[in-house]
């Protein structure tokens, strides 16, 4: 990097160098004006979450002027007509969605980018990829409806009778939700939904772990698990991390197909069953609407803010790790 | 001891076997399921016709609305986000930029690519009420344009950092300045690349529903003004499946597969018009 | 087609390389290899870059067909059991047959850990465990015969990659040891060193060739010509001349071999 700068720069002075033995003074003029453009435009864009938290922030305060901030944070009740505005519930909704969500894709993930990164041959690997990429592509609406039509009548046939059957001692799957919306179902689509950015980058992150590594463990008598399970895994181990915390993210800030099938109930679930209500439904249900009762939007603009700040920290955690290991 | 070992590599293998197919069976799955319940309800008035007088309790009419709604907002915020991210793309890859802002800007870039749309949508909407304005096919390509900008500088920088050093030094070396040589060498060079990131981020732009949802607000009409609230795709599915008449719910679902049909169009033509194209997420 | 010549005859073969051709998708880059590599001492592959020596030394413990579009033909005795024959264990025959790469890699483990890691792998430690601290004891061993004992002792709980290059090639080559295997490839292992470190590896690896047999890579002739008993001259992909060191650095046959040893080529 430093040489390649450096040679642009020796460049940059031959060329001005040569352009002025030209007298072509304006082009060079036109030249440095555009650079400065282009900077000024690159910072722009870059403070641009800065502003964004600014604005939260601001159009937040009243709320946070007037409402201890712990009592925001834990107190279940959501009455906005008498000024009582606790995220509690929602925070929840969105934490039991989101977990459900990371159990069923996390190991899912792995496994298919373990198998995809060690197991495959470079042919199958360039069929599968693009497949995974186009899961990506998939609007949110799109998997709402798969919800819906899907996973939803899939969870109220199929797996809550058999939860009831063989789980039903355990809290954890006992509902009296019979509808089949709720948490379940969120976490299903968004695990669906997860899928394609935790394979991906821990994909690529095992795959930059060096061929010599491998090639040491295999060399004295270790087979291919067990060199994947104690060495490649091991090395790969914060990029994969990274992998998870950036699906998390994005499963915690996924809006319209969860939306769509988890019940939206102002409550706090109790059972995979359960009726849920996360922060981003919360927003997009209510938002722009019943701007008349006081400290309405300050209130949805502070849980945009939760929202923003928690995915950010983990979008920033895991970009950092992942920046260290392409740079090593 | 070896027989243990075999047993749990195989044991291993199967589940990654079956975790792969898996998550390719729930892409077929999602395309299966929005294929068979959207293809009975489409027919050609869906898409030649705005809706008309009682088409949410199932009578005549379609969705060229939101059909036309979202071609605009996902092309006005393309154009824009072009305009921003080719500079931005080309300033990184060519300018001499010290290693800590080049870091910061695209780490900043990434974030941004993190944040929600949700809350693009509410931060579009408040910034919108204190600018005085409706939801709007304006504001909808503004929120838009900024969702679209992080995949569309880093597909562009991808293009960009494939031209090989030789052609710049010889541009360089006939006395083209910087700016010329990015903007005229390199673009004509980089095309398919930049088209790639370009229908990508088209992509990304079409199928978005939370940031519009108060940004363009909805309309039974067909887009005419920029001040005028507009209607989009991923919302008309939004909408109509929460109609409770199944006749408007299949709609949804012919909606949904028009959407699908475009946005996965767009992803394989992008993908054909450049094979060397690799989604480099580490940077 | 160059056939190998007699050993001297006190000492069977311990591998016998018969008809190996290796492909690179198209590329041909071995061909019909005959070679006999003798019980102990040290073995050197010779030749210019390109050549085919590193192909040749991975096609030995089969790490070679562990990458894309490469295909192996022909046979390989280990101890009159053909390794590229179907029954054969990949696992156990790496075990046998070690690797001293290029380039050291410390496995991400601490310096213990590295050294323990073939005899974890393979169920070692369990025996060793039973008798007392007896992992400690090999793991100390195979430091000390590696030459690196001294250095580490203090800090073995320490990461592998806090070592300079020079101790992570001895931590390598005291991991490939740890299980103790009868044949020993080195693929130019002083290549990325410092002459000093360099000169270290050269020592040790002289001292293991009593009971280890030693194949070292090297395109270095005065390294080989210092450390070898026995050499394989190869040029562009084919054998073109082996046979006990002093007599081919002395009287080369092939007037290639004699082109290379005076420099005049590769
Ligand atoms: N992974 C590979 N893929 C394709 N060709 C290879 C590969 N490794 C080596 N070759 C080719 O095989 C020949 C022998 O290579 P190699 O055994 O590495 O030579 P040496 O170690 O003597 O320098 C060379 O022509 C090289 O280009
Ligand atoms: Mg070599």
């Known amino acids: 990097m430093n040489e390649k700068s450096k040679f642009l720069k020796n460049r940059e002075k031959l060329s001005r160098h040569h352009t002025k033995s030209f007298s072509k003074l304006s082009r060079d003029r036109k030249d440095l004006a555009a ?70 894709s996390v190991p899912l993930s792995l496994l298919t980018a373990i198998y995809l990164a060690e197991y495959t041959r470079p042919k199958v690997r360039a069929f599968i990829m693009p497949l995974i990429d186009l899961l990506a592509g998939i609007p949110s609406v799109v998997y709402g409806i798969w919800g819906v039509l899907t996973v939803v009548p899939f969870i109220q046939k199929v797996v ?38 935790i394979i991906a980058v821990s994909e690529e992150v095992i795959r930059t772990v060096p061929l010599g590594l491998r090639e040491a463990s295999w060399s004295v008598g270790a087979s291919r698990w067990q060199t994947i399970r104690r060495i490649v895994l091991r090395r790969a181990f914060p990029g994969v991390i990274a992998a998870v915390m950036l699906g998390f993210s994005r499963a915690f800030g996924e809006t319209m197909a969860v939306l769509m099938v988890v019940g939206n109930v102002v409550q706090i679930p109790h059972s995979i069953f359960d009726a849920a209500y996360p922060l981003t439904a919360l927003i997009a249900n209510n938002y722009g609407e019943m701007m008349s009762i006081p400290l309405y939007d300050a209130a949805l603009l502070g849980a945009a803010l939760i929202l923003l700040l928690v995915v950010l920290t983990f979008n920033i955690g895991s970009r950092l790790v992942l920046a260290r290991i392409s740079y090593s | ?70 071609l605009c907002l996902a092309g006005g915020a393309t154009i824009v986000a072009v305009i921003l991210s080719l500079p931005i793309a080309l300033y990184l ?18 974030i941004l690519w ?170 | 087609m160059s056939q190998a010549l007699p050993l001297n005859t006190h000492s069977s073969p311990h591998l016998r390389i018969q008809d190996l051709n290796v492909w690179y998708e198209t590329n041909h880059a071995l061909r019909g290899i005959y070679a006999e590599i003798p019980t102990f001492g040290i073995t050197a592959i010779i030749g210019p870059s390109g050549c085919g020596k590193t192909t040749l030394l991975r096609s030995l413990n089969r790490l070679l067909e562990e990458g894309e579009g490469i295909r192996v033909k022909g046979q390989v005795w280990l101890n009159e059991v053909d390794i590229y024959d179907r029954v054969m264990d990949l696992n156990e025959l790496r075990t046998r047959v070690g690797l001293l790469a290029p380039k050291p890699y410390p496995l991400p483990l601490s310096i213990y850990e590295n050294v323990a890691y073939g005899r974890r792998i393979h169920g070692l430690d369990v025996l060793d465990k039973g008798n007392g601290r007896n992992l400690d004891r090999k793991v100390e061993h195979y430091l000390r015969t590696a030459g690196l004992w001294e250095e580490v002792k203090d800090r073995l709980k320490a990461p592998a990659s806090a070592l300079s290059t020079g101790q992570q090639q001895r931590l390598c080559l005291a991991r490939a040891l740890a299980v103790e295997p009868e044949i ?20 040790q690896l002289i001292t293991l060739k009593e009971n280890t047999t030693i194949v070292i890579v090297t395109h270095l002739l005065r390294q080989a010509s210092r450390m070898a008993d026995y050499v394989i001259f190869l040029w562009m992909g084919e054998l073109v001349e082996c046979g006990p060191a002093k007599e081919l650095f002395k009287n080369p046959k092939d007037s290639r071999t004699q082109a290379y040893l005076m420099g005049k080529i590769g």
Not at chain 1, 75 to 99: A, C, D, H, K, Y
């Open chain 1, 160 to 197: 809550m009778p058999s939860a009831d059957r063989w789980l039903g001692f355990s809290p954890l799957f006992q509902t009296s939700n019979p509808t089949g919306y709720g948490v379940l179902a969120g976490g299903i689509v968004l695990a669906v939904m997860v899928f394609p950015i």
């Open chain 2, 114 to 283: 993190g944040t929600p749309s949700i809350v693009y949508g509410a931060i579009g909407f408040t910034l919108m009420i204190y600018l005085g304005m409706r939801a709007s096919l304006l504001g909808g390509i503004i929120v838009l344009s900024l969702l679209e900008l992080p995949i569309m500088v880093r597909g562009m920088e991808e293009a960009v950092s494939m031209v090989p050093k030789a052609l710049l030094e010889s541009s360089y070396s006939l006395g083209a300045t910087r700016f010329e040589t990015a903007f005229k060498v390199v673009v004509r060079q980089t095309l398919p690349g930049l088209i790639t990131a370009i229908l990508l981020a088209f992509g990304r732009g079409i199928g978005d529903a939370a940031s519009v949802l108060f940004t363009a607000g909805y309309t039974d009409n067909l887009p005419t003004s920029l001040l005028r609230p507009v209607a989009s795709l991923p919302l008309a599915v939004f909408f109509q499946l929460g109609t409770p008449f199944p006749a408007v719910q299949d709609r949804a679902y012919a909606a949904a597969l028009v959407l699908i049909v475009l946005v996965l169009g767009l992803s394989i033509t992008s993908r054909l018009l450049s094979t060397r194209f690799t989604k480099n997420i580490i940077r």
């Open chain 3, 184 to 203: 020993l490839l080195c693929d130019e292992p002083t290549s990325a060193l410092d002459p000093i470190s360099a000169q270290g590896i050269e020592e």
């Open chain 1, 35 to 104: 650079h400065k453009a282009m900077r000024a435009l690159a910072i722009c864009v870059s403070i641009l979450v800065p502003v964004f938290i600014l604005v939260l922030f601001l159009r937040a305060r009243p709320i946070l002027a007037t409402h201890n901030i712990s009592t925001l944070l834990f107190s279940t009740t959501w009455r906005p007509n008498q000024g009582s505005f606790g995220f509690f519930p929602f925070i929840m909704g969105t934490l039991w969605v989101t977990m459900v969500a990371m159990i069923i």
């Open chain 2, 93 to 110: 890859q060519l300018y001499p930029v010290p290693h800590f802002t080049k870091n910061w800007i695209r780490l900043s870039l990434d």
């Open chain 2, 1 to 70: 001891m070896l027989i243990k070992q075999k047993l749990e590599e195989s044991f291993f293998k199967i589940l990654m076997v079956i975790s792969t197919i898996f998550v390719l069976g729930s892409l077929l799955l999602i395309l299966g399921t929005v294929l068979w319940r959207g293809l009975p309800a489409l027919d050609l008035a869906m898409l030649t016709q705005a809706p008309q007088g009682g088409y949410y309790l199932g009578k005549e009419g379609g969705i060229l609305n939101a059909i036309l709604g979202s």
